[in-house]
């Protein structure tokens, strides 16, 4: 560092471990709970992880003993949890991020003094597409197309090429694909809002993978963000494997003080 200080040694660092509740053990839920077991992520200990087995009182009492709740279930389970947990001063990062398409304005989920953070999920670029933003809206295009497999976007036919299932906005997907389309959800709130931002899903029979394109046009720039994804096997080839690794960042970043995608330099020794 020039200014002889290294980054790390003027932000602040919490001193004590983060204790986090995990909500739903699938594919997603069970990556992160893993990996913390696995002490993947320093700073960060696990105290529970829910199903929806977990009685109310199992409920109360992880989320009592945790700093912060991971949310890995569903958006039924979202709507409930958010303002439950934001209400006890305490943050839940989300991922069925497709429940703010419900809200006309996302803030009336959350309850706080806690607050909601959003992985970027299966998707990324988000600095540079929230930077843009920054520069104004009105004359900001943005299309987010998605390919899977058509099974899981639950699309039954047997199909011999690929087919548009789907074309509209952000708010209007979450809602048609609550289980695909969390993704374009947290886009759009961190860019052109629920209602201006086009997505389209595409079917595609000979997908093994899962396929992510972001198009971005402005008069600060144009950017064409691709994306091609592993799926978790255990998620019926529907959920991309960094989505659990992009909880993970984020819980990284706050054990460390700053925000996901900051490279910090810590100091020797
Ligand atoms: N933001 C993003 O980019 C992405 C978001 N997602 C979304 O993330 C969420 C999790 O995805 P994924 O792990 O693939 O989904 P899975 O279906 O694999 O797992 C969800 C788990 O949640 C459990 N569950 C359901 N309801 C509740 C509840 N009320 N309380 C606790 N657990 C519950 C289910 O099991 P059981 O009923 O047995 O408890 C299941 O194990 C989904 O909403 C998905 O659409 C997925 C991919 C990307
Ligand atoms: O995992 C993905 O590729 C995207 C997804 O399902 C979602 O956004 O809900």
Known sequence: ?????????????????????????????????????????????????????????????????????????????????????????????????????????????????????????????????????????ADARLRHTTIKRPTALGVEEALTAPREVFRGSAREAALRFPKTSNSSVTLALATLGLDRVEVVVVADPAATETRHVLEWTSPVGRYELSFTNAVDPSSGGRTSAVTALSVLEVLAALARGVGPGVVVVEPAG
Request: proline letters at 5%; aromatic letters at 2%; one cysteine or more.
């Open 1 to 137: 560092m020039t200014n002889g200080l290294s980054l790390s040694s003027v932000l602040p660092t919490p001193a004590k471990d983060v204790a986090v509740c995990v909500v739903g053990a699938g594919a997603i839920g069970h990556a992160v709970a893993d990996a913390i077991r696995h002490d993947e992520v320093p700073g960060v200990h696990l105290t529970a992880v829910l199903c929806s087995r977990s009685t109310v009182a199992e409920t109360e009492h992880a989320l009592e003993a945790s700093d912060l709740v991971v949310e890995a279930a569903t958006v039924a389970a979202a709507r409930e949890l958010i303002p439950h947990v934001t209400r006890l001063g305490k943050d839940v990062v989300v991922c069925s991020a497709g429940v703010f398409a419900e809200c006309a304005d996302p803030e009336v989920l959350v309850d706080g003094p806690g607050r909601v953070l959003l992985p970027t999920g299966a998707l990324g670029g988000f600095d540079i597409l929230a930077a843009a933003a920054r520069a104004g809206t």
